[in-house]
């Protein structure tokens, strides 16, 4: 694997999960508005748009979850490729 490569996959896994969370996070503050007030405690007197919210925790939530992922795939396969395939005789 190519340093470019990992790198594609890295940002391409952590763009696709940050997409993701965003559109959930967005549905959870349509579909739940109360959800993110209750969650941390938000009084009612505060203007809190939870669809924007939502989009907003959902997008970084799944950024960093798809960075994570994304870099434990290069590892894994690095760490594959570096074994080479040794045979006895």
Known sequence: MTV???FLITIASGAGFAIVGGLLGFALGKLAPDYYRIVFR???????DPAHA???LGATQGLGGGLFIGLVIVLAVAWYNSRGTKTSA
């Open 4 to 6: 470019v490569r990992g």
């Open 42 to 48: 938000i009084p009612r007197d505060v203007d809190l």
């Open 54 to 56: 939502g989009l907003g």
